[in-house]
């Protein structure tokens, strides 16, 4: 089961590398620590983001590697696929359809474990001409139903999202930055960097479940990942509890919302060598 990290490295920097390093550390601390010495894995997370600064922190051009760390009969193994990748492979737009089925993540605050499930999930929105599929809360008191008790609910605004399989998920409401409020989720780096911009330009900032009200009356969706940064998103929603594409849409942007463009920039003007944040 291994663990894995990515971000996208541009001339040898990559935005918040040390909160990559440090979120990895965490991730081997949870899945391992009660099998394997707290000093081995920091050492083993050490070496990891050292090698990809030997790879990478050099290298001229634009990168996605995919940074590796399993145990493997009692011992921790590591490793850095470089991964060169075209500027065309960047989106700065995406679409999200929700997901009908149940989160059935084993480890949804870690990434890595549950990429087969989730690669799965992803196939089914693009099959159905999505980007990525929003997930639906797992938090407790709120099922995928809507009611603690497993029984459907009738009003579908009381189901709401978390995230999508590979992205995190945030709105704008009049002025004011909303991202999930349900924790067993995977920590997304992105997501803490755009709330810290956000904060810095005099927004306000909110916490709040991500309903299909929320979502479909919001001034903007955006879609937050690692590779892409920030993306403007269109959203259509499934009927539930019938499993089909609702043609209900939230618009791109709305008069209360900054261009995301603006939101990615600003997020490439905090990248760092990680030759030096690594070595």
Known sequence: MPLVDSFLVRDGHAV???AHRD??????GELWGAEVDPRVIDDAVTALYEQAAHVLGGAAGLFFPKLTLEQVGGELRFDVNARPIAESRLETTAHLIAYPGSDER???????PDFTWQERVRAWAVNNGASDALLRTRSAGVSSAGKSDGTSHPLAPQIHYSETAYGSVVLWSNGVLVTSVDTDRLPSITERMIVAIARERGHETLAAPLTKQRLLEADAVWLLSSLHGVREATVGLTDLPTPHIADTYAPPRGP???AARDFQAALWERAEPIRECFA
């Open 23 to 28: 979120r990895m550390r965490v991730a081997a």
């Open 106 to 112: 084993t480890h949804p605050r870690l990434k890595g």
């Open 256 to 258: 209360f919302a900054p």
């Open 16 to 18: 918040a590398p040390s």
